[in-house]
């Protein structure tokens, strides 16, 4: 089973620059979550998506950060315009939406934003 | 608001030697407390997954433990190897939502 894929794995621009990042989740699995860690710290929730609708975006700073899961299967996050304090690791995980009380997330490998 | 804690932050053994990880949390609502592994430059694999009606979960030479009372959950790996050497992270979770720890760094010296 092929696990969760991001792309692109690194990424450097210049601050007020947009930039999109994408995630492919498990097959099957039909919650997706994007997550920001910043360096020494735990990953942070911005969106959950159940197939295609946003069922928690509370954490989603709207003003520059929007997210779209067309056909509940693959998702895109993009910043526009990136700032400095944007540079952080995003992870894209997913699971099958079993009960919350067995859900298991997996994580990709994470897509490092360097913003200069 | 969930609060997760991680003590301490990095941790340093010799080769064979038990380690023993500590995770605390506010709010003793949880569904579930997991533990994960992240190696540099990669994504999260998880490790165990309690729930909230157990008190413990083994897989090989890890064990979790959990109090929700008191709001802890400990990771023991036993008899560690260079190979263990990454940092390891507990979520706990309160719906869908993990509410992440820091973590904790290990090295582990062959």
């Known amino acids: 089973e092929a696990g969760v894929v991001q792309s692109p794995r690194y990424k450097i621009i210049e601050k007020k620059q947009p930039v999109a990042f994408w995630c492919n989740p498990i097959?099957?699995?039909?919650?997706l979550y994007w997550y920001r860690q910043n360096l020494g710290q735990g990953p942070e929730l911005l969106i959950r998506?159940?197939?295609?609708?946003?069922?928690?975006d509370s954490q989603l700073p709207k003003d520059r950060f929007s997210a779209e899961r067309l056909k509940g299967v693959d998702s895109t996050l993009k910043i526009q315009p990136a700032e400095l304090g944007d540079s952080a690791v995003y992870l894209c995980a997913s699971s099958r939406e079993g009960r919350p009380s067995t859900d298991t997330q997996y994580f990709g490998p994470g897509t490092r934003l360097t913003v200069l | 608001k969930q609060e997760v804690t991680q003590i301490p932050a990095a941790l340093s053994v010799p080769e064979g030697e038990n380690l023993v990880l500590n995770c605390s949390f506010t709010?003793?609502?949880?569904?579930?407390l997991q533990w994960f592994r992240q190696d540099p430059g990669k994504g999260l694999t998880s490790l165990l997954l309690i729930q909230s009606s157990q008190r413990e979960q083994t897989s090989g030479r890890l064990n979790a433990s959990l109090d929700k009372s008191s709001g802890r959950s400990t990771l023991y790996i036993a008899a560690s190897q260079p190979g263990d050497s990454a940092t390891y992270l507990c979520a706990a979770s309160n719906d869908y939502k993990l509410s992440f720890g820091a973590g904790t760094t290990v090295t582990v010296r062959a």
């Open positions: 998506y159940e197939n295609e609708e946003a069922v928690d």
């Open positions: 709010d003793s609502a949880i569904y579930n």
């Open positions: 097959s099957g699995h039909n919650t």
